[in-house]
Structure formats: C-alpha cells, structure tokens
T-cell receptor, first 109, second 113 residues
Framework: GEDVEQSLFLSVREGDSSVINCTYT??????LYWYKQEPGAGLQLLTY?????DMKQDQRLTVLLNKKDKHLSLRIADTQTGDSAIYFC?????????FGAGTRLTVKP | DGGITQSPKYLFRKEGQNVTLSCEQN?????MYWYRQDPGQGLRLIYY???????QKGDIAEGYSVSREKKESFPLTVTSAQKNPTAFYLC????????????FGQGTRLTVV
C-alpha cells in the first residue's frame, strides 16, 4: 500500500503490556520511528530503529521490525496512565518522512 | 539549548487573510519540513527544504508558500487560497541525507474564523 497504516485505537489496563502495530510502505526505508503526542504538545521522539535491526529495547519500550512483511511494532511494558497519548509510526525514505494516522492509546486504571 | 521553535502556539485569523507561521532551529540542520495534522489523519507534508534557497512541494502544497532565506528559518505562509486552513501545523528539521531522527517543534494551532 501507499500509506503507513496503524489501527486508530487501543485500550489497555494499567500494568498490562501495550502493543501498537504499524505497516509501512517502502522496503528501502532506512529508519523507522515511533513518536508520542500528548494533548497540546508537539511530537516527541520515543525511539527509532535502523532498518538492518530486528529488535531494539529501551527500558519499557521494545521495537520489533519485520522487514519481509514491512511490519513495525511498539511494545510498552507495564503500561501506566501517563502513557495515554497518540503514538505515530513513521518511516524515513531518503530524508522524506511519512507518518501513520496515529494510534490513540487509552490506559484504564 | 539546541532545539526547534515554532511560534505562536495558538493563532487566530479572519477568513481571507494570509498568515505566516514561524519556525526557527539552532541545530544546524540543513533540512526543514512543514506538516499539517487534521483530526483522525496522519501528518501530511506541505513543503520541505533540503538546503538554503531551495524548497520543494510536498503532498498538499496548494494554498501555502514558504521561503528559506536562512538555514535557521523556514516560515510557512497560509494564503487565502487555502480552502480549509484551520489545522495543527508542525515544523521539523533533520540532517540532510542521513535519515537521522527528525526534531519537531511544539506546533501551531491555526484557527480561521
């Protein structure tokens, strides 16, 4: 497809793990990103992965990359109420960035 | 501290008026970008610039104009020709050609009444 695709909504209970999935468009993408947007704020870069990696872990965040299927996921362990936000997947293609529509994560106490 | 600054955070304009959104960075980045965000949609690229005095149209450039007279600055003008200008506008910058992380400003919410 031509769009970076994400599911629009995800709801989890506090303490559970969250997994946000993304399908990107171009197998030549060099970097893949996860951004977090809180209400009234700009995008905050959470983590990124270079295309020659399969996995990257950073504290509670784990990024998995399946290049064959052009699938990217973000796992948040021990999800907290402060993790409630919109999460954007993005790919970088020769300096141009394409974003998904964002997944709204709601964390219930 | 290095960073990218957009101003103002909120902007109101009357229909039919042009308005210019400011974006400044002191990261020594060559590339700068303007995106628009509408509810339920991903960011859409309006214009981008890989080097001073050069810029290219993105996916939704109609009704917008930009300039890149200085490396640090990439102002976006929303003209009266833009049919639906009310939106959240994000500016970003990155190192050119290296596909490293992009840094984003805090965004400007433009409301046209």
């Amino acid at each position: 497809g031509e769009d970076v695709e994400q599911s629009l909504f995800l709801s989890v209970r506090e303490g559970d793990s969250s997994v946000i999935n993304c399908t990107y468009t171009d197998s030549s993408s060099t970097y893949l990103y996860w951004y977090k947007q809180e209400p009234g704020a700009g995008l905050q870069l959470l983590t990124y992965i270079f295309s020659n990696m399969d996995m990257k872990q950073d504290q509670r965040l784990t990024v998995l990359l399946n290049k064959k299927d052009k699938h990217l996921s973000l796992r948040i362990a021990d999800t907290q109420t402060g993790d409630s936000a919109i999460y954007f997947c993005a790919e970088s293609i020769q300096g141009d960035m394409r974003f998904g529509a964002g997944t709204r994560l709601t964390v219930k106490p | 501290d290095g960073g990218i600054t957009q101003s103002p955070k909120y902007l109101f304009r009357k229909e039919g008026q042009n308005v210019t959104l400011s974006c400044e960075q002191n990261l020594n980045h060559d590339a700068m970008y303007w995106y628009r965000q509408d509810p339920g949609q991903g960011l859409r690229l309006i214009y981008y610039s890989q080097i001073v005095n050069d810029f290219q149209k993105g996916d939704i450039a109609e009704g917008y104009s930009v300039s890149r007279e200085k490396k640090e600055s990439f102002p976006l003008t929303v003209t009266s020709a833009q049919k639906n200008p009310t939106a959240f506008y994000l500016c970003a910058s990155s190192l050119r050609g290296e596909d490293t992380e992009a840094f984003f400003g805090q965004g400007t919410r433009l409301t046209v009444v």
